[in-house]
C-alpha cells in the first residue's frame, strides 16, 4: 500500500501580504495618548486650583527665603532646646523598642499564618482563606489601624503595639509564604512520600532554605515598623522620638532641636542598615 502524500497548503506571497497584521504600535499610541491626556487634565486642574490655594498677598519670595532660612537652621545648627540630650535619647530608644516588639511579635504569628497561607503546604481553601483576610488587614494603612485601637483602648502605647502588630502580621504573612512558595515542590514532595512529618518539613526543610528571605523581610518590616513607630508617637499617644518632634516643631517651634532629632533618625537608619547587610551576609554564607 502506498501512502499519498500530504497535501500541503500554501499561500500565494501577494495574497499573504495583503492580509491584515495586528497593529502593536497602534495599541500603545493609543495608550500614550490616554496618559498624555490625563496628565494634562491633571496639570490643567492644578494650574486652575493652585490660585485658589495660595493666600491672597502672599509674598511666594519671602516664603521661600523663609523656609530655606528653617532648613539652615535645622540642619547647620542643630541643637537641644527644651528637651535634653538625655530625654531624646530615652525617646529614640521608646520608638526603636515599640518597632523592635511588633516586628518580633509579627514576625512569630505571621510565620505560623504564612504555612496556612502556602500552596506548597496547605489545601487551597485554607490558603485563599488566609491570603483574603490579610489582604484585607494590608488594604487598611498601619496609622489607621493605630487610630482604630486608639479609639477602643484610648492614647497610649497599647493601642500603638496592637495596631503595628496587627498590619506586620498581614505583610509578613504574604512575603513568608511567598518565599515559602518559591520552594522546590520536587523536594517537599519526595520529604512526604517517604513518610515525613509536616512539622519535620518545616524545621528541617522550609526554614533552613527560606532563612535567607524570611530575615531580609523582617528586618525590612523593622524599618517599617521604626517609621510608623515615630509618626504614632504624637498621634496615638505612644511617646518616643515623635512625639518630641511634635512637640518640638508644631509647639515650641524649636528648629535647632527639629534638626537634631532628624539627625539622630538619620543616624539609627544607617546602623540599622548596616548590622541588616552584615547579618544577611553571614545567613548566605552559612546556606
Same mark, same amino acid.
Given at each position: 500500500?502506498?501512502?499519498?502524500?500530504?497535501?500541503?497548503?500554501?499561500?500565494?506571497?501577494?495574497?499573504?501580504?495583503?492580509?491584515?497584521?495586528?497593529?502593536?504600535?497602534?495599541?500603545?499610541?493609543?495608550?500614550?495618548?490616554?496618559?498624555?491626556?490625563?496628565?494634562?487634565?491633571?496639570?490643567?486642574?492644578?494650574?486652575?486650583?493652585?490660585?485658589?490655594?495660595?493666600?491672597?498677598?502672599?509674598?511666594?519670595?519671602?516664603?521661600?527665603?523663609?523656609?530655606?532660612?528653617?532648613?539652615?537652621?535645622?540642619?547647620?545648627?542643630?541643637?537641644?532646646?527644651?528637651?535634653?540630650?538625655?530625654?531624646?535619647?530615652?525617646?529614640?530608644?521608646?520608638?526603636?523598642?515599640?518597632?523592635?516588639?511588633?516586628?518580633?511579635?509579627?514576625?512569630?504569628?505571621?510565620?505560623?499564618?504564612?504555612?496556612?497561607?502556602?500552596?506548597?503546604?496547605?489545601?487551597?481553601?485554607?490558603?485563599?482563606?488566609?491570603?483574603?483576610?490579610?489582604?484585607?488587614?494590608?488594604?487598611?494603612?498601619?496609622?489607621?489601624?493605630?487610630?482604630?485601637?486608639? $479609639? %477602643?483602648? @484610648?492614647?497610649? +502605647?497599647? &493601642?500603638?503595639? !496592637? *495596631?503595628?502588630?496587627?498590619?506586620?502580621?498581614?505583610?509578613?504573612?504574604?512575603?513568608?509564604?511567598?518565599?515559602?512558595?518559591?520552594?522546590?515542590?520536587?523536594?517537599?514532595?519526595?520529604?512526604?512520600?517517604?513518610?515525613?512529618?509536616?512539622?519535620?518539613?518545616?524545621?528541617?526543610?522550609?526554614?533552613?532554605?527560606?532563612?535567607?528571605?524570611?530575615?531580609?523581610?523582617?528586618?525590612?518590616?523593622?524599618?517599617?515598623?521604626?517609621?510608623?513607630? $515615630? %509618626?504614632? @508617637?504624637?498621634? +496615638?499617644? &505612644?511617646?518616643? !522620638? *515623635?512625639?518630641?518632634?511634635?512637640?518640638?516643631?508644631?509647639?515650641?517651634?524649636?528648629?535647632?532641636?527639629?534638626?537634631?532629632?532628624?539627625?539622630?533618625?538619620?543616624?539609627?537608619?544607617?546602623?540599622?542598615?548596616?548590622?541588616?547587610?552584615?547579618?544577611?551576609?553571614?545567613?548566605?554564607?552559612?546556606?
Amino acid at each position: 500500500m502506498i501512502n499519498k502524500p500530504e497535501r500541503q497548503l500554501t499561500i500565494n506571497p501577494v495574497v499573504a501580504s495583503e492580509l491584515p497584521k495586528p497593529s502593536v504600535h497602534r495599541i500603545h499610541d493609543s495608550r500614550r495618548t490616554l496618559m498624555r491626556a490625563i496628565l494634562l487634565v491633571l496639570v490643567g486642574v492644578t494650574a486652575l486650583t493652585m490660585p485658589s490655594l495660595i493666600p491672597h498677598g502672599l509674598n511666594l519670595w519671602a516664603a521661600f527665603g523663609n523656609f530655606a532660612e528653617n532648613l539652615k537652621i535645622m540642619f547647620v545648627t542643630p541643637r537641644t532646646g527644651n528637651d535634653t540630650w538625655q530625654v531624646l535619647w530615652v525617646a529614640l530608644a521608646q520608638s526603636i523598642s515599640l518597632a523592635f516588639l511588633t516586628t518580633v511579635i509579627g514576625s512569630i504569628v505571621a510565620f505560623f499564618f504564612a504555612l496556612m497561607g502556602s500552596h506548597k503546604l496547605s489545601p487551597s481553601w485554607l490558603v485563599y482563606t488566609v491570603q483574603s483576610v490579610m489582604a484585607f488587614i494590608r488594604a487598611i494603612p498601619t496609622i489607621l489601624w493605630v487610630l482604630i485601637y486608639s $479609639v %477602643a483602648l @484610648g492614647l497610649g +502605647a497599647n &493601642a500603638a503595639v !496592637i *495596631g503595628l502588630t496587627f498590619h506586620s502580621v498581614a505583610y509578613l504573612t504574604k512575603v513568608y509564604a511567598d518565599s515559602i512558595d518559591d520552594l522546590s515542590g520536587d523536594s517537599l514532595s519526595s520529604l512526604s512520600a517517604i513518610g515525613v512529618g509536616f512539622w519535620p518539613i518545616v524545621t528541617q526543610a522550609v526554614i533552613p532554605e527560606t532563612m535567607p528571605n524570611l530575615l531580609s523581610w523582617t528586618f525590612i518590616r523593622f524599618e517599617i515598623n521604626f517609621t510608623n513607630a $515615630v %509618626a504614632v @508617637g504624637a498621634a +496615638a499617644g &505612644a511617646g518616643g !522620638i *515623635g512625639y518630641q518632634l511634635y512637640m518640638a516643631s508644631g509647639f515650641y517651634f524649636d528648629f535647632h532641636e527639629v534638626g537634631l532629632i532628624v539627625y539622630m533618625l538619620l543616624l539609627f537608619a544607617v546602623i540599622l542598615e548596616i548590622i541588616s547587610y552584615m547579618l544577611r551576609n553571614k545567613v548566605i554564607k552559612q546556606h
